[in-house]
């Protein structure tokens, strides 16, 4: 992918200047590229939808953050004054609510049921995300199912927001994220497997709407499972540097899912990922 202008930084206001303001404000972890975030944030803009960015940090405490939403992860969005919305289709439906046109929800019914169908198993609990970070724990925990003790944890799995540890923490988050997401080895261990198995059905996808002219994943215009395929390929293809920013460390540790992920990655999946961002969400990426 080339791209003449270069990754830009984002700005992000305070929580304490982020409560006082009007209309929608959506916490972000600063300075990386969180699949989750990078989908809210691909909603909003697929919509026209203006935001005001919150700054949230991967693997601190963020009590000001908790003290206003009751979470300290990340995607966080709160409109005016209504209650915080964290999970994909939360806020999914908040974007829908608020700018009905276009709609990234399908219109047919056969459509939305494989449209949410699928964008469970990339963004739900046991889905692409979550298994792709139990492989990435596996490291760390080398032969040990239990986790070391937490360095300032407060919770044993995830809330209806983000663990936002996962969002490329530090290393002394790795026991905080082994107990969001019910790490053990065999979990760890069957994870690749599980992680291929969406990826050839989503290939598979693509190709019979290609071979039909179509052009997403679901329908015949873009789809909100596009923008999530987008943000989830990430966590096995990040983006090219020049048009996202992120730590070497996370790059590599994305980029290399292992021999069973990589095989099934159809380099058509990573083409519709490059289109998908070019023409329907924030690019290059503001970090």
């Known amino acids: 992918?080339?791209?003449?202008?270069?990754?830009?930084?984002?700005?992000?206001?305070?929580?304490?200047?982020?409560?006082?303001?009007?209309?929608?404000?959506?916490?972000?972890?600063?300075?990386?590229?969180?699949?989750w975030g990078e989908a809210a944030k691909g909603i909003f803009h697929a919509k026209g939808i203006p935001f005001a960015r919150v700054a949230q940090t991967a693997g601190a405490d963020n009590d000001a953050l908790f003290a206003w939403t009751g979470h300290r992860?990340?995607?966080?969005?709160?409109?005016?004054?209504?209650?915080?919305?964290?999970?994909?289709?939360?806020?999914?439906?908040?974007?829908?609510?608020?700018?009905?046109?276009?709609?990234?929800?399908?219109?047919?019914?056969?459509?939305?049921?494989?449209?949410?169908?699928?964008?469970?198993?990339?963004?739900?609990?046991?889905?692409?995300?979550?298994?792709?970070?139990?492989?990435?724990?596996?490291?760390?925990?080398?032969?040990?199912?239990?986790?070391p003790e937490a360095q300032g944890g407060r919770?044993?799995?995830?809330?209806?927001?983000?663990?936002?540890?996962?969002?490329?923490?530090?290393?002394?988050?790795?026991?905080?994220?082994?107990?969001?997401?019910?790490?053990s080895r065999a979990a760890s261990d069957a994870a690749p497997e599980r992680v291929a198995q969406i990826l050839d059905v989503l290939a598979g996808r693509l190709a019979a709407q290609r071979a039909a002219g179509r052009r997403y994943l679901v329908g015949d215009r873009v789809s909100a499972l596009d923008i999530y395929w987008a943000a989830m390929a990430?966590?096995?293809?990040?983006?090219?540097?020049?048009?996202?920013?992120m730590p070497e460390m996370v790059r590599g540790l994305y980029g290399t899912p292992g021999p069973v992920v990589a095989k099934a990655l159809d380099p058509a999946l990573l083409e519709h990922r490059d289109r998908?961002?070019?023409?329907?969400?924030?690019?290059?990426?503001?970090l």
């Open 1 to 35: 992918m080339r791209r003449e202008v270069p990754a830009v930084q984002a700005e992000y206001v305070d929580v304490e200047r982020a409560r006082a303001l009007p209309g929608l404000r959506l916490a972000l972890t600063t300075g990386v590229p969180g699949p």
């Open 73 to 147: 992860n990340a995607p966080v969005a709160v409109y005016e004054n209504e209650p915080p919305r964290t999970t994909w289709n939360e806020i999914l439906f908040l974007a829908e609510r608020l700018q009905p046109e276009p709609s990234l929800v399908p219109a047919s019914l056969e459509d939305r049921v494989v449209c949410f169908g699928l964008a469970q198993e990339l963004m739900g609990e046991n889905g692409f995300g979550w298994l792709r970070r139990l492989m990435l724990l596996r490291p760390g925990m080398g032969d040990s199912d239990t986790p």
């Open 155 to 183: 919770r044993s799995r995830p809330t209806r927001s983000e663990p936002k540890a996962s969002e490329g923490g530090p290393p002394q988050g790795l026991a905080r994220m082994a107990r969001q997401y019910g790490y």
């Open 234 to 245: 990430a966590l096995v293809a990040p983006l090219p540097a020049d048009v996202c920013a």
């Open 276 to 286: 998908i961002y070019r023409e329907h969400m924030e690019f290059p990426l503001a």
